[in-house]
């Protein structure tokens, strides 16, 4: 079968307009795969090394990446400064993958590159979900490196029939929950109070010795830059701020719940709980079809890819399914 002609060029600033604007029309596009995302960053500086695949002189992928050093070793990296990036594609057949595939192997060996480490987004943030360019890479003998467990709320059910499962599973009623909130002055506030949540979600990394992926004013950057696709969720006992879940959209069919933290001191209080229904309530408004809940790994094992049953059983009780989110190397 004669490969399809494939070309690859490094992206420039100069890219931006056509780069953004395919990951708008593409089959997987994420917030992450933006150009504004992947330079948002304020203290951490990438080696960009992005690539812009074309076919016919028309685009066909991109893939975020950064060039890395480590252990003497050169690494194309897609990409440090997101969580999952690949290949963003705009057609998926076998062939056209394959293609892609090996147009991309021959510039990282001919631009000395020692491995590539890659972390495509999961298949339900396809517009039709499809694993046809996993299987791909894993024809091409690339390995999966790190395995991860992503907690995901399917929208597409009723909403009463969704709130309905989580009381079940909480062995709760809705009256308990509405009782909470009126006893405690309970309010919810979609808003821009990034200082108020902050502090909270600092304690909780402490706790777990670990630190935000974000700083604060990266979390007002992003805002920023991205408006109306960062939103944040306050939740307040009185005056009192008790708690925030941070989302973002990533494309017009997931949302991811980045940050869902609490304050402690207000534990009994349920707050997880009940901004995660908030969160549901938002997103089923705003016609997503999937709410990503995240991975769910113990930072403070041995192994840091160790599964945190704590926290997957309590995202288990909020309906949500297991989905592996797979991490691709291949060594040149």
């Known amino acids: 079968i004669r490969l399809l002609k494939i070309s690859v060029k490094q992206y420039t600033q100069n890219d931006k307009t056509i780069w953004d604007e395919f990951v708008k029309q593409s089959l997987n596009g994420t917030i992450f795969n933006y150009r504004d995302f992947l ?3 304020i203290d951490r500086n990438f080696q960009d090394n992005s690539l812009i695949f074309y076919k016919n002189n028309s685009i066909c992928a991109v893939l975020p990446a950064a060039r890395i050093e480590q252990d003497n070793n050169k ?5 440090p400064g997101a969580s999952f990036g690949g290949f963003t594609i705009k057609q998926n057949s076998y062939s056209m993958c394959d293609d892609i595939l090996n147009a991309f192997e021959n510039y990282c060996k001919s631009n000395d590159f020692d491995e590539t480490f890659i972390i495509p987004a999961p298949a339900f943030y396809f517009k039709i ?6 299987y791909a890479l894993s024809w091409r003998k690339y390995t999966v490196k790190e395995h991860y467990i992503t907690s995901v709320i399917d929208l597409r059910e009723e909403n009463s ?5 989580i009381y079940r599973n909480k062995n709760r009623s809705n009256s308990y929950f509405q009782n909470l909130i009126s006893e405690n002055h309970i ?3 979609w808003c821009k109070h990034f200082d108020q949540f902050y502090p909270i979600l600092q304690e909780n990394k402490n706790r777990h010795k670990s630190k935000p992926t974000h700083s604060l004013d990266e979390l007002i950057k992003l805002d920023q830059l991205f408006t109306g696709k960062i939103n944040l969720l306050m939740m307040y006992s009185g005056d009192d701020p008790i708690g925030g879940t941070l989302l973002f959209t990533a494309n017009p ?3 991811i719940i980045f940050y869902n933290m609490i304050n402690y001191d207000f534990s009994h209080l349920q707050p997880a709980t009940l901004q995660v229904i908030e969160a549901i309530k938002w997103a089923k408004k ?5 709410l990503d809940f ?5 930072p403070n094992a041995e192994d840091p890819l160790t599964p945190s049953r704590k926290l997957i059983r309590f995202k288990e009780e909020l309906t949500s399914r297991g989905i592996v989110r797979k991490a691709y190397s291949k060594i040149f």
Do not use: C, W
């Open 286 to 290: 705003h016609q997503f079809e999937m």
């Open 187 to 189: 309010r919810f506030e």
């Open 39 to 41: 330079n948002y960053h």
């Open 253 to 255: 069919k997931v949302a």
């Open 129 to 134: 979900p499809d694993e046809t360019f996993e």
């Open 161 to 165: 029939q969704l709130l309905a499962n």
């Open 75 to 79: 690494i194309l990296f897609s990409h």
């Open 294 to 298: 995240g991975v769910s790994q113990d």
